[in-house]
């Protein structure tokens, strides 16, 4: 019964792990942007480009990995 216990505590801990080093970016040329100003000014305009309400959650998730890319 302790065993099963133990391995309910320890499965989210190994998912949560799981979850960042597949989320992370696979090489630094990845993670870095060259010109953060010019990514930016190209995620406005999309953002500018039409309202929330007409963009799919998709698209809106999209969008904010890039800001995070660039941030």
Do not use: C, Q
């Amino acid at each position: 019964m302790a065993s099963v216990l133990y391995a309910l505590l320890f499965l989210p801990a190994l998912l949560a792990v799981a979850l960042v080093v597949l989320r992370r970016p696979k090489t630094l040329a990845e993670a870095v942007v060259e010109n953060p100003f010019s990514e930016l000014d190209a995620v406005l305009a999309e953002l500018e480009s039409a309202t929330l309400d007409e963009r799919s959650a998709g698209e809106l998730e999209a969008l904010a990995e890039r800001l995070e890319r660039i941030a």
